[in-house]
């Protein structure tokens, strides 16, 4: 935080409180020291830098926001860039979430203002059209193999849980509960089953669990205990496995009972926050690796030979992606990262 030159105030990044999981977090405020209220600066939605955060002597902020620019494109499943067609033209679409459906369509989660929303879109970008705002925040998107919901985690009263929708945007169910975070899930090749990770507070210490539950609700079933931490897990094509990311390893298990099968290192530059994710064929593993500057979906094949580069983008960052359900297609959110300084003038 940094004192305005008169005295009278302070400035500084933060949320408040309650506002830390939304488009809100880390906005510039100023406090009147007169009479402790305070105020935000800012509502675009960016998230400003604390470090870069300053005030001028006479008197107005500069800041550096961090703008993360996202579209969908889409390309042959091979990787050749050479294919990429972009499908939206949003400031922040995909990036938390791109569900394909078996009829051709996207599903898909796109920024408007403050909110998080549910959107499709045809195959070839056309018509776009917002069928969810049940939500403020919404994230990792999937979609049953039938075509028949949406799973996607949602945050109300403090606490992330999964919720299934119908693709036309009726019907909103809940499927978890409690006081834990579901996030990340995946479902089976049969759309019957859910499965996901959820971490939890156990007499003080964290935990967490990987589960799966039925498609319409019900009683969770627990598959296997680690230490915290997000698995992310990603169901394979034939459905008897799962990847899960420990660390910076990822380990297979089996699917029906959580079995551990097989672990393998990720590339020491690989970005994992999205996890990895099978190839339509079930013999690699992909996940987004950072080199130069640039981000791109690599693939590691589980007969151990090399990792190696599925897409070939000279510049920008892929920030999610997903492959159609006839494995023709890759889907991805990409963009770039946007740091312009802004001066603030008059916020007292």
């Known amino acids: 935080m940094v004192w305005t030159p008169d005295g009278a105030g302070l400035v500084f990044t933060g949320p408040r409180e309650r506002e830390s999981y939304s488009l809100r977090r880390d906005a510039v405020y100023y406090l009147s020291i007169a009479d402790g209220t305070t105020r935000c ?35 042959n499943s091979n990787g050749d860039s050479r294919t990429a067609v972009q499908l939206t033209d949003g400031q922040a679409d995909g990036r938390v979430g791109i569900a394909p459906l078996p009829d051709g369509q996207i599903g898909y989660i796109r920024r408007i203002g403050e909110r998080l929303t549910l959107w499709t879109m045809k195959s070839d970008g056309s018509d776009q059209r917002q069928i969810s705002n049940h939500f403020q925040f919404i994230e990792n998107l999937n979609a049953t193999p039938d075509g028949r919901f949406f799973i996607f985690s949602a945050r ?13 945007g009726a019907n909103v169910r809940q499927l978890t509960d409690g006081e834990s ?27 967490t669990e990987l589960r799966k539950i039925a498609i319409d609700g019900g009683e969770p079933i627990v598959l296997r205990e680690f230490s915290t931490g997000n698995l992310i897990p990603q169901i ?19 699917a029906s009972d959580g079995a551990p099968v097989e672990s393998s290192e990720t590339d020491k530059q690989a970005h994992l926050l999205d996890g990895a994710k099978w190839t339509p064929d079930g013999k690699s593993l992909t996940y987004m690796v950072n080199r130069q500057g640039t981000q791109n979906i690599w693939q590691q094949p ?46 007292q």
């Open 41 to 75: 600066v800012t509502s675009d939605g960016n998230r400003y830098q604390d470090q870069s955060l300053s005030v001028t002597k006479d008197n107005a902020i500069l800041v550096v926001p961090t703008k993360r620019i996202s579209q969908i494109w889409a390309m």
């Open 302 to 347: 589980l007969d151990g030979s090399a990792v190696r580069p599925l897409t070939d983008f000279s510049k920008g960052y892929v920030y999610s992606y997903a492959f159609s359900n006839d494995g023709t297609r890759l889907y991805l959110a990409r963009g770039y990262l946007a740091f312009d300084a802004v001066l603030i003038r008059n916020f």
């Open 156 to 168: 109300r009263d403090r606490f992330s849980h999964l919720y299934r929708l119908d693709t036309d």
């Open 236 to 254: 394979s094509p034939d459905g008897r496995f799962l990847v899960g990311l420990t660390g910076a390893e990822f380990r297979i298990f089996a």
């Open 181 to 207: 975070f579901e996030i990340d899930s995946t479902i089976s090749p049969d759309s019957r089953w859910v499965y996901y990770d959820t971490n939890f507070n156990a007499g003080g210490v964290g935990k």
